[in-house]
T-cell receptor, first 115, second 105 residues
Framework: GAGVSQSPSNKVTEKGKDVELRCDPISGHTALYWYRQSLGQGLEFLIYFQGNSAPDKSGLPSDRFSAERTGGSVSTLTIQRTQQEDSAVYLC?????????????FGEGSRLTVL | DAKTTQPPSMDCAEGRAANLPCNHSTISGNEYVYWYRQIHSQGPQYIIHGLKNNETNEMASLIITEDRKSSTLILPHATLRDTAVYYCTAYKLSFGAGTTVTVRA
């Protein structure tokens, strides 16, 4: 596709269940970011993938959160044993190269609601 | 942690220039300053970025101080559709809370 694609767009789950959120970046983009945006708040950095380098996981809030990027393309963010405070919009973004190589392209986000 | 700071909100009259400040006093020498905006319920949209020199594109102008500790985004002729949250970012592309800009008719 032409842009960053995220799925599902909306996910409602029960507390304690695991969820997976998917991001398809723009083809050829080597950098991929995950952010979390709680209601009325700014974007919270979660994790950053750059090519084949080890990901920067410094923003992951707990060990219940993990992410992988297979084949340098699609990425999955997994939240285990979801809690109500995990409810937020999870945004994925990609860019062509490293940090100083231009703009981020954002997807429309996956809205997670934990009941 | 190094981060950017912005005023939480700003009002602007339609047709007037909007000047949005950002403080990034601990930015390192090779880090660019980026500006994005987010209109309600949408993903953030890139506006402009720069390193040392002032930059201008079809959307806005970016003025970076000589010491690079702060910058200002200028929307030259604000319209109602410019109402959004504006984010300044530099450090590992971490975004703060941004500035909520409301353009009034």
């Amino acid at each position: 596709g032409a842009g960053v694609s995220q799925s599902p767009s909306n996910k409602v789950t029960e507390k304690g269940k695991d969820v997976e959120l998917r991001c398809d970046p723009i083809s050829g983009h080597t950098a991929l970011y995950w952010y979390r945006q709680s209601l009325g708040q700014g974007l919270e950095f979660l994790i950053y993938f750059q090519g084949n380098s080890a990901p920067d996981k410094s923003g992951l809030p707990s060990d219940r959160f993990s992410a992988e990027r297979t084949g340098g393309s699609v990425s999955t963010l997994t939240i285990q044993r979801t809690q109500q405070e995990d409810s937020a919009v999870y945004l994925c973004a990609s860019r062509e190269g490293g940090v100083n190589t231009g703009e981020l392209f954002f997807g429309e986000g996956s809205r997670l609601t934990v009941l | 942690d190094a981060k950017t700071t912005q005023p939480p909100s700003m009002d602007c009259a339609e047709g007037r220039a909007a000047n949005l400040p950002c403080n990034h006093s601990t930015i390192s020498g090779n880090e660019y300053v980026y500006w994005y905006r987010q209109i309600h319920s949408q993903g953030p949209q890139y506006i402009i970025h720069g390193l040392k020199n002032n930059e201008t594109n079809e959307m806005a102008s970016l003025i970076i101080t000589e010491d690079r500790k702060s910058s200002t985004l200028i929307l030259p002729h604000a319209t109602l559709r410019d109402t959004a949250v504006y984010y300044c970012t530099a450090y590992k592309l971490s975004f703060g809370a941004g500035t909520t800009v409301t353009v009034r008719a």
